[in-house]
């Protein structure tokens, strides 16, 4: 009798709580939604649910399988990263796993079946497909613990298994997750940035970002500021349960659109902190100015000859005889043409200053002189793909061919030159005249 009249009086109560819930549930889905229902988070919330890649209580394929940790149903991190990242699997329709529920989403690719960049899709930190045709072509995070390769997607570098070349990797494993987050882009250990992590093999590579569109201060970080911050942002704001398709600081966001071809008016632009960010595995790479190399700080640089090329230095460094000059120079050449761009070219990305939002994403910057400047900066990714290439050492170009771009040939990322080109590959900051070059203009 207690438990009907209890009943009958919790239904006003109840259909009030309903109406509550309702309402907060419209408001959230009115606020935060975009692109079709995604907010444009990682592995949070909306469209990827927890069981697409774990189970509730028993581990491996649906069960069928020896159980794996964390109750994934994958045995290996980078294995189940590629189950959606892989072309061929970045759909619920195709994923490479048990569970998948379709809805909706769309996963970025990082490595095709070929070598053949898709069509409408873009690739900025390159394709690990070459790196497992030739482990000098790329990264291989194909060790999830120890010393033994786990994954069954990616080859293990045959030549230094897990050791990074110019460093080593001093904590836990080699796969996807030693440089990106797992679950979201909100929080104190992941950086706005492709979801990259703030502390690397042990190493704090960015300090206190949140004035930079990034919400969230790393407290264990906060106190190292030996490394500059990564302050460019491919990913918008929540602010209380709204998604803002910007940077906190109102500046558009920074990262190419990654389901369209790359290009001058789709790129990535780059804001401070990815030199250091390779730097926590290959710092012996690292360098700067006016540092003398010895045997106690391996730095890069004695009187006026770089030992290593530099990375993080200022286009327009004091007595450097190269630099924004060379980057920026107009080409006279036989033809008549200019196919040296004037601005930032998206094919050679430089730091920008923070100071300075003139180069947008969306926007063409190659052919506007005022968005390659002195300020600007090199840094790894000007000649490197953070994934892998076609190229040895996961250049952007193949160093070991001439620099030199004839008329109407075909350049690395498949452009046709309209004229005699020698700033290509190295000869874009190195220009250094001969027989075919065009005639300098500084």
């Known amino acids: ?59 491996g394929n649906g069960g069928t399988e020896a159980n794996y940790g964390h109750l994934l149903h994958k045995k290996d991190i980078t294995d189940l990263c590629l189950s959606c990242h892989m072309k061929g699997n970045e759909t619920p329709a195709t994923a490479d796993l048990p569970t998948v529920k379709d809805a909706g ?16 899709i873009a690739m900025p930190a390159g394709d690990f497909y070459w790196a497992n045709t030739d482990p000098e072509k790329g990264h291989n995070p194909a060790y999830t613990k120890g010393g033994s390769a786990t994954s069954r997607s990616m080859k293990a570098d045959s030549v230094l298994g897990a050791n990074p070349p110019g460093g080593s990797i001093t904590e836990g494993g080699w796969s996807c997750i030693s440089c990106h987050g797992i679950h979201d882009r909100f929080g104190s250990e992941i950086s706005a940035w492709r979801q990259v992590l703030r502390k690397i093999n042990g190493i704090c590579v960015t300090g206190d970002v949140s004035g930079y569109g990034v919400e969230t201060a790393n407290s264990d970080c906060i106190q190292n500021q030996n490394y500059e911050p990564v302050k460019s942002n491919s990913r918008g704001d929540i602010q209380g349960i709204g998604y803002i398709n910007a940077r906190k600081d109102g500046n558009t966001l920074e990262g190419a659109d990654l389901f369209a071809d790359e290009s001058d008016v789709n790129k990535n632009v780059y804001r401070g902190g990815f030199s250091s960010f390779c730097s926590a595995c290959h710092g012996d790479f690292h360098g700067g100015n006016a540092e ?86 090199i840094m790894c990714l000007t000649c490197h793909k953070a994934h892998a290439t076609k190229y040895d050492n996961m250049t952007r170009w193949n160093t070991d061919s001439h620099s030199f771009i004839a008329n109407g040939q075909t350049d690395f990322e498949g452009q046709v030159s309209n004229g005699d080109n020698l700033a290509y590959g190295c000869g874009k900051c190195h220009q250094k005249g001969g027989t075919k070059a065009y005639v300098k203009a500084f």
């Open 292 to 377: 003398t190399r010895n045997s106690s700080n391996n730095n890069t640089r004695a009187e006026d000859s770089w030992i290593r090329h530099p990375a993080n230095i200022k286009m327009n460094e004091t007595g450097s005889n190269y630099g924004i000059s060379t980057y920026t120079a107009v080409v006279i050449n036989k033809q008549g043409t200019n196919p040296n761009p004037a601005g930032y070219d998206w094919k050679y990305p430089l730091v920008q200053p923070d100071n300075s939002f003139m180069v947008k994403t969306r926007v063409s910057s190659a052919g506007d002189s005022s968005t390659a400047i002195g300020d600007s900066r």
């Open 1 to 59: 009798m207690y438990f009907t009249s209890h009943i009958k009086r919790s239904k006003p109560v109840k259909m009030i709580f309903m109406i509550f819930i309702l309402g907060v549930l419209a408001l959230t889905v009115s606020d935060i939604s975009f692109a079709g229902g995604a907010t444009g988070l990682y592995h949070s919330y909306d469209n990827l649910p927890c069981g697409d890649c774990h189970s509730l209580h028993v581990s």
């Open 105 to 120: 989403w769309v996963a970025p690719v990082v490595m095709t079946l070929d070598g053949v960049d898709p069509s409408g």
